[in-house]
Nanobody, 122 residues
Framework: QLVESGGGLVQAGGSLRLSCAAS????????MGWFRQPPGKEREFVAT????????YYADSVKGRFTVSKDNAKNTVYLQMNSLKPEDTAVYYC?????????????????WGQGTQVTVSS
């Protein structure tokens, strides 16, 4: 089970940190991804981190502003979002997939959280 938290309403230029707590099973060896779904649009890739935290991947739209990290001792993945823009408004989901191949494809992720709303006002 994956449970996201930390969403909310923030002004443009502000910051939020999302958390994704994993429970109920081990996700050892799984890549952990963040995706988002803006209103009326398709779900899109945001960032992924490998199980050991050694590699991270970002969508071009968030590179340099967002940072994905994890704490294996706490079974938690984080998404630090800085310099937020109105176009970052979306429901944000964390997800898990075995291995890192095709990390950008939401169809490859087997486990999903329920999502957390992020709204950035202009």
């Amino acid at each position: 089970q994956l449970v996201e938290s930390g969403g909310g309403l923030v002004q443009a230029g502000g910051s939020l940190r999302l958390s994704c707590a994993a429970s109920g099973r081990t996700f050892s060896g799984y890549a952990m991804g963040w995706f988002r779904q803006p209103p009326g649009k398709e779900r899109e890739f945001v960032a992924t981190i490998t199980w050991d935290g050694g590699s991270t991947y970002y969508a071009d739209s968030v590179k340099g502003r967002f940072t994905v990290s994890k704490d294996n001792a706490k079974n938690t993945v984080y998404l630090q979002m800085n310099s937020l823009k109105p176009e970052d408004t979306a429901v944000y989901y964390c997800a898990a997939k075995w291995g890192v191949a095709n990390y950008y494809s939401h169809a490859k992720y087997a486990y999903w959280g329920q999502g957390t709303q992020v709204t950035v006002s202009s």
